[in-house]
């Protein structure tokens, strides 16, 4: 066990991520397996699959960008871009929330069946909701 003051590095050319037994380099490939199946699983439940992740973050922009439009009644320079940035961010973060707290409750089989820290199911998910930020930034 590593202590706070020591070095990351653990023996065996492990990194650990928190201190105290953690997440290791060899755990990446299960973080990879997991993010992949919940990018997956979320892609294949939704009608419009990957191109909700295009498609919600310009419909929220209409939606708002036409309330707030008419509410203000003045104009404000780049605010289609300001609001667009703000929407895209604040999804990311409600969605990775969301589905970190969701994971461990829908993945408790995984979690009594296997011996493995329980933090990798949070980090699969928050990886899996950066690959929708990742695309709805590029618009």
Known sequence: M??????ASAPG??????SGG????QHLDLI???AAAQVKQRDQSTLLGFGWSFLHPLLLLALLY?????????EIAFYPIFLLVGLVHYTHFSNATTSAGNSLVALT?????????????????????????VVSMSI
């Not at 590593?2 to 070095?7: A, Q, V």
């Not at 050319?13 to 928190?18: D, F, L, S, T």
């Not at 953690?22 to 380099?25: D, F, R, S």
């Open 22 to 25: 953690g997440i290791t380099w």
């Open 32 to 34: 990879r397996e997991l």
């Open 109 to 133: 089989h995984l979690t009594r069946d296997t011996v493995f820290p329980k933090m990798l199911l949070v980090v699969a998910a928050v990886i899996a909701s950066s690959v929708e930020f």
């Open 2 to 7: 590593l202590t706070s003051r020591e070095c």
């Open 66 to 74: 036409t309330f707030f439009h008419a509410r203000l009644g003045q």
């Open 13 to 18: 050319g492990g990194v650990r991520i928190a």
